[in-house]
């Protein structure tokens, strides 16, 4: 699986948007981007993933470069409940184990 | 919103001693799996179970531990004689379908996690 490089920490201001840069620069083809993020102390929450299309649900957009070697997630209107350790991982899509191997994560806090 | 369930949210138990984690996960999903955090780490993976038998496992599911579905809705993991070593947060997981499936989706959703304290 492509490795992923996100940065330690980042602060955002409540009410506007959170961009969670990710590079996976060795990302194959048949690979998928996965965001999830963990609240302290809860599991780990699903978010969103895509393959080289940007993608949106009601949680967040996921933007992927074109070359797909690295991606963003953005949260629209951040609020302090969005305070959590964000996740990128890249996962090919055909796996039997189907296993995610988290990293170090991007640790958000959104201030008042 | 259906959600996954775990039992107990805390645990205590002697070194040496059996433990059984309970999880319920969510009840159209089909692949099971477990994960563990150990204080300020990364989460890991441990096991992931489909069609009533092990898909995959890490290089920590040893022989010490062992998964089962015992039932229709119940989804355990058994340490057999803990270690100090295996406290830890321990965080059971299912998807509608796995990584290699497309008939359905394989986002994984995850439970509130059980806090072993091995002492």
């Known amino acids: 699986d492509a490795k992923t490089t996100q940065p330690t920490s980042m602060d955002c201001a409540e009410g506007r948007a959170a961009n969670l840069p990710c590079n996976h620069s060795?990302?194959?083809?048949?690979?998928?981007v996965y965001w999830y993020r963990q609240i302290h102390s809860q599991g780990p929450q699903y978010i969103i993933h895509?393959?080289?299309n940007n993608e949106t649900n009601e949680m967040a957009s996921l933007i992927i470069t074109e070359d797909r070697k690295s991606s963003t997630l953005i949260l629209p209107h951040a609020t302090l409940r969005d305070t959590a350790v964000y996740y990128c991982?890249?996962?090919?899509?055909?796996?039997?184990?189907?296993?995610?191997?988290f990293g170090q994560g991007t640790e958000l806090s959104v201030k008042p | 919103e259906p959600e996954v369930t775990q039992t107990p949210s805390h645990q205590v138990t002697q070194m040496g001693q059996e433990v059984i984690l309970r999880c319920v996960p969510i009840?159209?999903?089909?692949?099971f799996y477990w994960y563990r955090q150990i204080l300020g780490q990364k989460v890991e993976f441990l096991v992931s179970?489909?069609?009533?038998?092990?898909?995959?496992k890490s290089e920590i599911f040893d022989d010490q531990f062992s998964v089962e579905r015992p039932d229709g809705s119940n989804f355990t993991l058994k340490i057999r004689s803990t270690k100090l070593e295996d406290s830890a947060m321990y965080f059971c997981?299912?998807?509608?379908?796995?990584?290699?499936?497309?008939?359905?989706?394989?986002?994984?959703?995850f439970g509130p996690g059980t806090r072993l304290t091995v002492l």
């Open positions: 997981a299912s998807s509608e379908a796995g990584l290699g499936d497309a008939s359905g989706r394989n986002e994984q959703f």
């Open positions: 060795t990302i194959s083809g048949n690979e998928y």
């Open positions: 895509g393959l080289k």
């Open positions: 991982i890249v996962r090919v899509f055909y796996n039997q184990g189907g296993k995610l191997i």
């Open positions: 009840s159209n999903h089909l692949y």
């Open positions: 179970f489909y069609n009533n038998e092990i898909s995959e």
